[in-house]
Each structure stands twice: as C-alpha cells, then as structure tokens.
C-alpha cells in the first residue's frame, strides 16, 4: 500500500558543490557513527531548490523530478521481504518503510556507476540492487546483486559530471530507465531518503568530490603493488616454500603468496594447521629472504566450538562479540569451520576485540590480511553434507550498541566494511610504522578507507575476461581504485592463452593477483608450457617496470581519489565516441591500453582520442582522433603513450624488496604537461616539466631519459646537477 504521509524534508549544501537532500517519514533520526558520509555541515551554496529542480548556475538544471508539481515528491510504501532469507520477513517499523523518488532521465546521456557489476559499463536501462550477496557459483552476467554495494550513479554530460549518492545502507533499488524510459527511480527501505548530488565540471572532480564525501582510498604499501601468487589448495608450508623457489629458479618477479583456508586448522580462523603447516614464523623469514610476503585468508566465521580450547570462540562468546538470536542465544550458520559465530563488527568494542586478533598473524610474519566471505556468506547446511541453501543473518537480528542498535537490515550492507575497518585498524594499531593491508570480497562505498578488493568469484572464460575493464573501471569511477580480479579465472580451467591474455592485461590492474578454485587446473605462470612462460615472465617484469609510474599513481589516487584505471571518457570527457569503448582503458592519464578479449584474435579495432599516440612496441605514431586496426599478437597487447607523457619507469626487479636501481623517463613531447614521481617509501616527490623541446626538472635528480619525437628516439642521461634538458 502507498501512504500519503507528509515527509519530513531538510534540503541543504555541505560543499559548494554537494547539495544533500533529506526526506524522512518520522523526524530525522540522528546520524549513525558508522555514517560513511564526511561532510554533514551545511554550508552556503548557489544551488536552488525549488521543489522539483535542482540547479546550479555552473551546471544548469542538475535533477528534476519525474511527477507533477503537486504530487508529494517522494512515495511511500510497505514492504515486508526483500530478496534475503526465504520467508523472511522484515522487522516491523522503519524496516518497511520503502521510499520512492522518481527522477527525470536526461535523455541522451550515459549513466554510469553503481559500483562492481558484471555487466557493461552504461547502467541504462537495468535494475539494480544494493544488497551485498556471494553468487552461488560465482558471479554472472546481469546479476542484480554481488559482493559490494554502491549506491551511488554517474551522469556523464558534456561540462557537466553528476554524480547521485543514496546514502543509505539498507536495501535499496536502482531503476534506471527500465520500468519507465524517460525515469530513474531510486527506492530505499528504512523511512528515509538522503541523497547526495555532486556536480562536478569533469570527471576528476567529481572522483575527487566523492572521496572528500566518502573517504580516501588507502595508500597500499609498495610490495601490494607487485605481483601476487594465490590458490585454493596450496596444502602445506613445504608446498609454499617450493612455490617461491619455483619463482626464484624461474626468475619471475613476486612480491606475495596467499594463503587460503587450506592453511588453517579445521577452518578456524586464527589458527595454524599444525601438521602441514608447522612452523608458519620459519615460513615467512625463509621467504622474506627471497622479498617474497605472506598475506593470509581470514573468514568471519569463527568455528562454533567453546571447549577445545580454541580461544577465539571461548573470548569472543564470553565477552559477547557474536551476533544473538532474539531470545539471547548465540546466533550461529554453517560456513567453513562447520557451525560457526559472527563478530557483530558495528560495536566499536567487537571492533576492537577483531583487530587484537591479527596478533595471531603478524606475530608469525604475516604481511597482510585477505578478508573473504563477508557478505556474510553463510549457509544451511554444512558444507560435507553436499549442497547448501545460503542462509542470510535473518534480517530482525540485534546489532550495534546504546544509540546505534539496530536491527540486521540495516547493517547487512555494511557487513564488510566494518569487518575491513576492524582489521585495518587492528593491524595499524599492532604495526604503527607500517601501512596495512587489507583485500576484501564485500564493501560498500566508504571501504576504500580501510581495503583494497577483488571482485570474487569469476570464471576462466573470454566473456569475463571481457569485462574485466568495464567491472574494474566503474570500481574506478566509484572511489575504489585499488581493485583486480582473478587472474586465469579462478572456477574452472583456464587454457595457456586465455592465460597469457589475461596477464597482458592484468600487468594493468592496480591490484594484480594470480588465483583460481582448488580441483582446477594449476595456474601458475609456467604451467602452460616454455613459450607461454617466457612471454608471461615478461609481462609480470613489465608491472614491475611501470612500478614508479604505478605508485606514483596510487600516490594520487589516496590524496585525490583518481581511478587508476579509467575509461577513456574519463580522460577525454568532451569525446563523445569515448563514451563507447569500453574495451579499452587509460592507465593513469598518459597510457591507453587495447587488450584482447577474444580467442584467436591477433589484431583488433583500437580507438584513438585526440592527440599523438606513441605505440609502446615500435616507433610508430597516430594522430587521434581515429579508429585504426593495429596488431596485437601474442605477447603484445596494444598499449600506448599519449603525447605530453613522461612516464617514470624502473629496472625490472624480481621483488618490490629489491632496490629501485634506475630510473628511466619515456619522454613524449607534444603538449605541455607537468608530472611527477612518487618514489616509495620516503614519498619523494620529483617533478618535472615537459614542452616541445625541453624538459626542466625541479629536484635534483639522476635518471635516463627517453625522448620520443615521431620515429626518432633520443636517450639522454642527467645528473643531479642539471636542471633542465634540451632535446
Ligand atoms: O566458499 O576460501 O571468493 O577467492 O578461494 C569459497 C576459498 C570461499 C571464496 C573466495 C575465493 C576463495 C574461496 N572462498
């Protein structure tokens, strides 16, 4: 049913360029401390609402409602199941309180956004979700829900980036010119509507707008940036041992292993399997020598076992941690570890207790945290018993403490993000001196504070190869650039070139990790013969060499929330045939990559923006804008400098642990352009200054220099003494 109740509005700026507004069925509740939102002081504004259009004098008309004039301008309705447990029903009160706000749809232009999803990039028309879940057998095309939730889409018109946040974690829906073509209908449950409206003059503005809303992505350590090694079913520590010799022999760059499940005893997270892996501190020093780190897999699950000695169930139930059925009992389901507890990570206290927690590992040398299953993914029935029904926290569950208790439907969505929270800051707290890291599956706009993340389960096919980019940029595009995918595919068995394509591509993903499903076949870059090795090991010492290009990168990405990768409208905002190509993408501002997403394929169509490109693999140029076919076989993916380019690139080392021993500048004059280096882990920062025939550089520095002009190439060596370069 429909009320026609009066709703509480509070419209206001709290950023010359964020407009917030408020609809409430009740009077506003006040804020809750897990508020992912960092702007909440109303400021003044030029934005005029006047009920029906919001409008800025920058940008012209921003929003403008989809009803008539006198209609209530928000809806609301009753609603008592959302796509959670079956028969589930929604706790009475705000819970199922739907509201409703229909907007105009600009016609003509792209949406964007909405976060991780295994589609293409343009969001219209389509339903969306924002209801963190685990796909059964891994994730689909077109699947209303995944992992991570970002309530949040992008419009793209030309002068004008908009961006619209609902900040709200409960479960809402996303119509976007599905129901009806002319409107977006944004719905959420929980009595109350709170949208953010950034308005932006170009896409980076708007990425930066959103982490001044949201929060700055954390800057990874250096050593994450590298290459990673990872699979379901490395069984034991000799196993681990002779994986990192194997890299060493074979002289491929690796920086870190993972360790999933297997290394656990019976599934219990914080804990050691004494048999395979005895001595886990011996294991990490022997690989600390070869500069290579051990990151582990943590579940939420904690193995529903209070008497074994087991101190992590016993410490967590007596200090009541654990989420509690309504009559006090524990609340337990089905995961790894058999029947297990979950941390209620809202309370700050459980927080606190789950981060003491990683003593256990960095104890013992362990460099990062990979956080999986934290959706939560829990299940009906245990996991020897064949196949399982997912089993959500019902959604009437107590969490949270004093002001901020709450019921589960609230914080489903947050599931993640608190857990990510409650690792990082342990960690931060146990190392101080160091940068954690935290990987995590599930997140919600606001995580990129505390982790970085894959995007689960994919699998060894072309199609999601395919899009890779699109799922990676639009994470971009939503405040959270440290992201990758699994590399091979992690269900099912990859095959040598869907491998080898893969890893092309992957040498641009800011997070780049190796990882497939235990029973598949193995993965590792050698396991497809000399000829695949070879080419293989050259891409993985590619990453390695764009390495000063990559941090520097990820420098900018933490202080201003730049993608990394990017699609090409980001860059080329005015071009409207950028708003197409979604197979191909920047890499920062001043690289263009084309990958291969097709078996067979040995050239492919790439699209030139405007300006000069410099094909990375000959002497030869382009002059955008253009569409032109260019070769791609194996082992040279299509990659490009764009003119004005000075990209910082190292020699090419076996491990981030190794010294950066020479710094190379591939110069391309054209425009002119001012860039930098970020050279971990003292954040030096070189600048220079590129134009037509001179580079000026206002640190002192030694490096080589690259200097591209048409098909000549000139190298050049500076010293610390020189200030500047003529070419
Ligand atoms: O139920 O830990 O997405 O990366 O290898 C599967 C085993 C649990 C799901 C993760 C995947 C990981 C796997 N995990």
Redesign the pocket.
């Known amino acids: 049913m429909t009320w026609n109740t009066k709703l509480s509005h509070l419209h206001n700026a709290v950023h010359p360029q964020i407009y917030r507004l408020h609809y409430s069925v009740q009077a506003p509740r006040p804020r809750r401390s897990w508020d992912v939102c960092q702007l909440q002081q109303p400021c003044d504004s030029t934005f005029h609402w006047n009920g029906q259009q919001l409008e800025h004098p920058d940008f012209g008309t921003l929003l403008e409602l989809a009803h008539e004039a006198d209609w209530q301008e928000v809806t609301l309705k009753e609603v008592e199941q959302i796509p959670a447990r079956p028969g589930d029903l929604l706790p009475e009160g705000p819970a199922r309180q739907q509201l409703r706000l229909r907007l105009r749809r600009q016609p003509g232009c792209p949406y964007f956004g909405l976060g991780q999803r295994m589609a293409p990039m343009r969001r219209d028309p389509g339903i969306y979700c924002n209801w963190t879940v685990d796909p059964p057998w891994g994730q689909h095309r077109g699947m209303a829900s995944l992992y991570q939730a970002h309530p949040y889409f992008w419009v793209q018109r030309p002068g004008l980036s908009l961006g619209v946040f609902l900040n709200s974690t409960w479960f809402s829906r996303f119509d976007m010119g599905h129901g009806h073509e002319d409107e977006i209908e944004i719905s959420t449950l929980g009595g109350e509507m709170e949208l953010y409206v950034l308005a932006a003059q170009d896409p980076a503005q708007l990425c930066e707008l959103l982490a001044q809303l949201t929060g700055h992505p954390a800057l990874p350590p250096c050593w994450a940036l590298g290459y990673h090694q990872s699979r ?1 079913g490395y069984r034991s520590q000799d196993e681990i041992q002779e994986l990192a010799e194997e890299f060493r022999r074979r002289e491929i760059p690796l920086d870190v292993i993972h360790l ?2 297997d290394y656990m005893d019976q599934y219990r997270s914080f804990t050691f399997d004494p048999e395979r892996f005895p001595d886990p501190a011996r294991l990490s020093a022997g690989l600390q020598q070869q500069g290579v780190r051990l990151v582990t ?1 943590i579940d939420p699950g904690i193995r529903f076992d209070l008497h074994s000695g087991y101190t992590v169930a016993r410490e967590g139930a007596l200090q009541g941690h654990f989420l509690r059925n309504p009559d006090g009992s524990p609340f337990s389901a089905y995961c ?1 570890p058999d029947s297990a507890l979950f941390t209620d990570y809202t309370r700050p206290e459980a927080r606190h207790w789950w981060g003491e927690q990683q003593r256990f590992l960095t104890d013992r040398g362990i460099a990062g945290v990979w956080i ?2 934290n959706e939560p ?1 829990l299940f009906s029935h245990p996991f020897s018993q064949g196949f399982s029904q997912q089993h959500p926290v019902p959604l009437a569950t107590q969490q949270g403490d004093g002001e901020d208790q709450t019921v589960h439907a609230e914080v489903h969505n947050l599931y993640g993000h608190h857990m990510a929270q409650a690792t990082q800051e342990g960690l931060k707290r146990i190392c101080p001196e160091e940068r954690p890291w935290v990987l995590t ?1 599930s997140a919600f706009l606001g995580t990129q504070r505390y982790a970085a993340s894959w995007m ?2 994919n699998h060894s096919w072309w199609e999601h190869l395919a899009l890779t980019l699109p799922q990676l940029n639009s994470m971009g595009l939503c405040a959270s650039p440290f992201v990758g995918v ?1 590399i091979g595919g ?1 269900f099912g068995n990859t095959h040598g070139e869907l491998f080898e394509r893969w890893m092309e591509q992957a040498v641009f993903y800011p997070f780049m990790r190796n ?1 497939s ?1 235990l029973g598949t076949r193995p993965q590792e870059p050698w396991q497809f013969g000399p000829e695949v090795e070879q080419r293989v090991r050259a891409h993985i010492q590619l990453r390695y060499r764009l390495l000063p290009y990559l941090e520097t990168l990820a420098w900018q990405a933490h202080r201003h929330g730049w993608p990394i990768l990017r699609p090409l409208f980001y860059d080329f905002p005015q071009d409207r045939d950028c708003l197409l190509h979604e197979d191909q993408a920047m890499f920062g501002p001043w690289m263009m990559i084309a990958p291969i997403t097709r078996p067979g394929h040995r050239q492919r169509m790439v699209y030139f923006p405007e300006g000069i490109w410099y094909d990375f693999w000959s002497t030869q140029t382009v002059e955008g804008p253009a569409y032109q076919v260019w070769p791609a076989p194996l082992g040279q993916m299509p990659i490009f400098f764009r003119e004005g380019a000075a990209v910082p690139m190292g020699n090419a080392r076996l491990s981030t642990s190794q010294p950066l021993e020479s710094l190379t500048w591939h110069l391309f004059p054209g425009s002119q352009a001012t860039h930098g280096v970020y050279i971990d882990p003292h954040g030096q920062a070189i600048h220079l200054h590129l134009s037509a025939r001179k580079v000026a550089f206002d640190t002192p520095m030694a490096a080589k220099l690259v200097v591209r002009q048409g098909s000549t190439q000139t190298e050049l060596t500076v010293t610390a003494e020189m200030d500047s370069v003529e070419f």
């Open positions: 379901w999933d499940i897999i790894w999986d299953m993914a599956r689960g389960d699994d992690f990882h499903a």
